[in-house]
Every structure is written in structure tokens, then in C-alpha cells.
């Protein structure tokens, strides 16, 4: 894993854009002054288990990767964004239900099963995204992205078997 993320600074960077975004969220979600219940009636899973499920969060989660990946070509600029909005999203999305009653118990177990491969994903996405930073002025090296992108790829298709099978059972 060392000589595939040689430059673990920009892994460093991809890490700290999401997480950073991610409290940013959570902390703006949970200092507003909520008036009002979250409606929490509509549940997210019900009509995506099962083999339909798993193909459909694979391609969305697919979609971001490569946005991530895109910023390869425009300087981590894209890239940046993306971790960002979807750090913040996140964040937002744990407060908020956090304030609509649901339990840490039940967000663990909402979120944990398919972002343990998800997130590092995504994050892997966005350190090949962050190369663009050097890409136009260093020597490429393809196989170590290509590596990373298999490595990407199959981590995206064990998330959206979990998100299909066996996130809805515990929501």
C-alpha cells in the first residue's frame, strides 16, 4: 500500500477536506435553533434492497468517485469541491437526524456497514483527483492509478452490496 499512495500528503489532504466538512456540518446542524421536528417519515431504503439496491448505490457512489477523480484534469479544483459538499452533506444529514430523535446506535448502524468501504473510496477518489495538483508537471505513473482505481472499483461494489442487503435491515 505504501508504494501505491506515494504521495500520502495528498491522501492527507483528500481526508482532511472531508472530514473537516463533515463537523462543519454536523456543528452547524446542531447549533441551529430547530423549531420544528425533522420529518423522518420517508425511509430512504424502501424501495432500493436487494440486487436493484446494490447496483443503484454502486452507481451513484460510482458517479462521485469520478467527480472526485475528474480533478485530475482541473488542478484538484473539482475534487476539492466535491469532498467538500459531500462532507458537509453528510454531517448535516448525521445532526439532523440525530435532532429528529434517532439514536447513535441506530446511526452507527445506519452508516457503518457500507461506509467502511464507501468512504475510503470515495477518499481514495479524491487523492487520485488531488494528483492533479502535480499531475502536468511530474512523471505519471499509470499503473499506480490504475491499481488504485481497481482497488476503488471494488471497494464501491462490497458498499453497494452492503447498502442493498443489509443497511435496509437495519433501518
Known sequence: MEKLLKDRYLLLLSVSCFFLSLVLGLGLVLTADVNTAIDNSSNYYSKREGISGSVFFFIQNFKVALMLISGIFCFGLSTFLVLVINGFWLGGVIAS?????????????????????EIPALLLSGYIGFIGLKFYFQK????????????????????????????PKYI
Open 97 to 117: 437526524q440525530y435532532l429528529s430523535g434517532t439514536s447513535i446506535v441506530d446511526l452507527c448502524l445506519s452508516i457503518l456497514p457500507h461506509g467502511i468501504f
Open 140 to 167: 505519471k505513473n499509470w499503473k499506480r492509478s490504475m491499481v488504485t482505481i481497481g482497488i476503488i472499483i471494488l471497494l464501491l461494489i462490497l458498499a453497494g452490496a452492503v447498502e442493498g442487503f443489509i443497511t
